[in-house]
Each structure stands twice: as structure tokens, then as C-alpha cells.
């Protein structure tokens, strides 16, 4: 387990840097200042890879009011809302009433007869993510207090400070010095041999990333595809 400075600091000692690596994270320029954004780029460049990583999941408690349709995310209390968990809507979870809630289609929803006004209160059955903001509605609108349990991904999660620790296991951290590594020797130009050895130990520990923590489902679906060398997104 590596703190962002630990990480920092080991990434000057495996690229031959010169100094022992930053003192802090905090307030850095030059080399070293472009060794934390290396770092914690790299970081959330491979959290960014998938929606659906299981250590970005969340749990959620939901209490829905009598004839209240609508929630937004301040609602809920959410900040770090990346994307729902869609088969996870259960109402009256814990009771021998509980059932799943479908998602409702929202092209559907906003011409229904609840937007209109004109509705008949009761238990939902349907939930629905509202566009662009992913805030939720439920349908039926309820006709009283209702508890519904869910599950979200958190948006890619930067680390800032010292003591902050990545929340990709662990186990894998070495992955994220791979990916800056990638980076570095991109932006300096370095011979390419480097960046496809970065590479190399990169996609290496992505797939065993990826077994870890995805669906086994989507594991399947993934067996035999080929990797990209840049296979990364901008964040």
C-alpha cells in the first residue's frame, strides 16, 4: 500500500530522476511538479478505463416521500455520482414486501401522464436516471414513505494530498507507476523501448486488474481482445 508521495517518490528512484523525489505533493514545479501530475494522472486515467470497477461501488439508501417523484442528486446526498449500478434498485428492502424496480425508459418518462400532472399515487415499480444530470424519478410517483436501496460507481477519484492512497487495491498499485512511467517517456521523447517496456508491465497488471475487480460476465466478453498501446482516456 503506497501513499501519493510514496508513489511519487518511487516513481524519481524507478525513472533515475535526479533527488530522492519530492518532499510533498503539495505546491510543486519543475520536475517534480510534473512528476505528481504524471502520478496521479496515470491514476485516474485507469480508473476512467471502466464504468463498473467493483472498488469504485457504492452502497445507497434512498427514502423516498409521499407524492414525491422526483430526486436530485443533493437530494441524495450524492457528490461523486460516475454512473447507477442499474439492476440494484430494491424498495422495501429487508421485508417480505421487497421487489427490484425496473428502469423506465426517460424519453417515456417526460411525456408520461405524471409529468403532465395527472397521476395516481403508489408503491413504485419503475425508476428512472433523468438526463444529463443522472438525477432519479420513480414511477409510480409514491404514495407514502418508502425505503429503496442502490448502487452507484464513484466518478475517478484524484488523489491530492500526501497521505492519500489510491483506491485501486493495493495490490495492484504498481500499475499507476507503469502508466505515468508511459507518460513520461511520451512527453520527453524518450526511445521507444521504454515506453513499450512501461507498457508492457502496464497491460500485464491491467489484466489481472480487470479479473480482479469487473464482472466475471464481462471478463468472458473480454478473453482474447487485443490491447491498445494507448488504450487510455483523457481526465
Aim: aromatic share 12%; net charge negative.
Amino acid at each position: 500500500m503506497s501513499t501519493f508521495l510514496q508513489q511519487c517518490k518511487d516513481f524519481v528512484k524507478d525513472n533515475g530522476i535526479s533527488g530522492s523525489g519530492p518532499s510533498t505533493v503539495v505546491g510543486q514545479t519543475g520536475v517534480f511538479g510534473d512528476v505528481v501530475y504524471w502520478v496521479d494522472r496515470a491514476n485516474r486515467a485507469i480508473q476512467s478505463l471502466h464504468n463498473n470497477w467493483g472498488f469504485l461501488e457504492e452502497d445507497l439508501v434512498i427514502t423516498l416521500s409521499d407524492d414525491t417523484g422526483d430526486y436530485s442528486l443533493s437530494d441524495m446526498g450524492l457528490t461523486d455520482l460516475g454512473t447507477w449500478k442499474e439492476d440494484s434498485f430494491i424498495i422495501n428492502p429487508g421485508t417480505a414486501n421487497k421487489k427490484v424496480l425496473k428502469k423506465y425508459d426517460f424519453d417515456k418518462w417526460i411525456t408520461s401522464d405524471e409529468r403532465a400532472g395527472t397521476y395516481t399515487t403508489q408503491e413504485p415499480e419503475n425508476f428512472i436516471i433523468k438526463r444529463p444530470d443522472k438525477a432519479l424519478a420513480f414511477k409510480p410517483i409514491p404514495n407514502g414513505t418508502f425505503t429503496v436501496w442502490a448502487k452507484y460507481y464513484k466518478k475517478p477519484v484524484a488523489m491530492t494530498a500526501n497521505t492519500d492512497e489510491s483506491v485501486i487495491p493495493s495490490q495492484f498499485h504498481d500499475i499507476i507507476l507503469y502508466r505515468a512511467t508511459m507518460f513520461y517517456a511520451r512527453h520527453m521523447g524518450f526511445p521507444s523501448k521504454i515506453y513499450e517496456s512501461a507498457n508492457e508491465d502496464y497491460k500485464a497488471l491491467l489484466s489481472s486488474l480487470e479479473s480482479h475487480s469487473l464482472p466475471d460476465s464481462q471478463m468472458r466478453h473480454n478473453i482474447g481482445a487485443s490491447w491498445e498501446n494507448d488504450r487510455i482516456e483523457t481526465v
